[in-house]
């Protein structure tokens, strides 16, 4: 699971992202992708990038 959870952030982060409707469209396209719904998606990308930043605060 982590792996999934790993790659979806990957291909998330990896992604073209200008404005939110474009985000919205990237979620749309990774939930097809790894046959998850947009909900499941939303939340794993929240929790990484939720986790990322607290690291980030740490390392400074």
Do not use: P
Request: include cysteine; glycine fraction near 4%.
């Amino acid at each position: 699971m982590l792996n999934l959870e790993n790659n979806i952030y990957k291909d998330f982060k990896n992604s073209k992202l200008n404005t939110k409707l474009q985000v919205g469209q990237i979620i749309k396209e990774l939930a097809i992708k790894y046959e998850r719904s947009e909900e499941y998606l939303r939340c794993i990308i929240s929790k990484i990038l939720q986790f990322k930043m607290e690291c980030n605060g740490r390392n400074k």
